[in-house]
């Protein structure tokens, strides 16, 4: 395995899907629109939040929603140009945020050049029939990744973005990718940039087995991802203690990317009973691994991702142009939940390897056990609608319980952090 940068043990992104944020069109109009300047109004509320960097998604020239790109060097028309970028990725700086750019590497547009021209099979896996595309997209024609051009392209534009100040990649559509042309482009990159963060986009499969074999520092963890707001809904926290065992074992190698909502999936205030997303962030911010925020969480938004042409749309709103002032004031009490279990997790770096250890379980009633380094969490959930009792020793940190004599009072779909 690859030792991950020491600067992401202190890691808290604040993840923004910028063709969304900005209320940019849906598709290219050979305008340029300087928009990155309305995200980079909001670095003070990213910092205000807690986060310690900023993941960004596609921010490349591309037809439509990004993932589509069609020049890797230059920035998407509708957000901007380069220098509308350098300034972004420097009042991040500024501000100590790192910056995470997203990397679509797997394929590109029709537009791209060398799609448009050809194809070329130096580019491209052409066949009789045409060429390969993406999981049934055709307008997201494959990479040929054998291809010694498409090896160093991938390298150069990596190392051209780091070399401009960007602090890592996420790579989508990671798991697409034969993993002897990840093991072979990022250790070339990470030969120039030690310091750079490498996260892969993993959905299913041996998590443990890509990182080693790709050298990737990391990858999303989706497993966890999809126990917590199942194991809410379906009051069955048998669930979630299971995958918090799966969770430590991928702990023993790298440390997973967690997170409780992104650009592809319904929003958490939409996935689970609101009153339960508390539950959820807790887990998020004291188990092991490097947090992510996805925008508009924070606030309490809500959205439902369909599988349809624009389902992702919901998922993908703009933010206030005039910033954080045009927010309405519905959103603050999740916000300041989120502020408080972030400013826990930044006082408590420890808690980046750490693992969890369900200790007293029940359906509905779970007591998580999270240690490293001789410091001890334990976070308290109480998903049933009545009150209940819980033998923990700790004192109260956050949340609202009755801490007595070596147990713990919870109210209904309440919980707690004991220290």
């Known amino acids: 395995m690859v030792q ?37 109004a909001w670095l003070d509320y990213a910092v205000e939040l807690g986060a310690s960097g900023l993941l960004l998604g596609p921010v490349f020239a591309s037809e439509t929603h990004g993932y589509d790109t069609v020049d890797h060097f ?73 291809s010694g051009v498409v090896r160093d392209h991938v390298v150069e534009v990596m190392c051209h973005w780091l070399s401009a100040g960007v602090d890592g990649w996420r790579l989508d559509a990671a798991y697409a990718v034969p993993r ?31 990182v080693a074999e790709t050298g990737v520092h990391s990858v999303t963890q989706y497993e966890l991802w999809k126990a917590v707001w199942s194991s ?21 190698s790298f440390v997973p990317l967690t997170f409780v909502g992104n650009h592809d999936v319904t929003r958490i205030a939409s996935q689970v ?10 887990v998020l911010f004291t188990t092991g691994g490097t947090p992510a925020v996805y925008y508009g969480d924070e606030q309490g938004f809500r959205g439902v991702k369909e599988d349809r042409e624009g389902g992702d749309d919901a998922v993908r709103p703009p933010f206030p142009a005039e910033g954080p ?35 007293e379980l029940s359906n509905t009633g779970v007591v998580l056990v999270t240690e490293a380094e001789g410091q001890r969490l334990a976070a308290v959930l109480n998903i049933g609608d009545e009150t209940a009792r819980f033998r923990v020793h700790g004192d109260l940190l956050l949340g609202d319980a009755h801490v007595s004599g070596g147990a713990v009072q919870v109210g209904p779909r309440g919980w707690a952090v004991l220290g």
């Open 4 to 40: 991950e940068p020491g600067w992401v043990r202190h890691a808290v992104w604040w993840h923004v899907y910028p063709l969304g944020f900005t209320g940019a069109e849906r598709a290219a109009t050979g305008q340029v629109t300087h928009r990155l300047g309305q995200v980079e």
């Open 74 to 146: 230059r920035i998407d028309p509708r957000l901007g140009v380069r220098e509308d970028f350098d300034r972004l990725v420097e009042g991040a700086h500024r501000r100590g945020l790192r910056v995470l750019l997203d990397g679509v590497f797997n394929h590109v547009g029709r537009g791209f050049a060398a799609f448009a021209e050809g194809p070329s099979p130096e580019w491209f896996h052409v066949t009789g029939e045409g060429y390969e595309h993406f999981e049934g997209h055709a307008h997201l024609p494959t990479l040929n990744h054998g």
């Open 180 to 210: 002897g042309f990840w093991a072979e482009v990022l250790g070339r990159v990470r030969a120039r940039f030690p310091e750079a963060y490498l996260v892969g986009e993993v959905i299913h499969g041996d998590y443990a087995a890509f």
């Open 232 to 252: 809410l809904n379906d009051r069955n926290l048998f669930e979630l203690a299971w995958a918090l065992g799966r969770h430590g074992e991928f702990l023993d």
């Open 273 to 282: 009973d609101p009153a339960l997303v508390p539950h959820a962030l807790v």
């Open 325 to 359: 002032s045009g927010l309405a004031p519905w959103g603050a009490p999740v916000l300041r939940l989120h502020q408080d279990l972030i400013g826990l997790r930044r006082r408590h770096p420890w808690l980046h390897r750490a693992r969890t250890e369900a200790v």
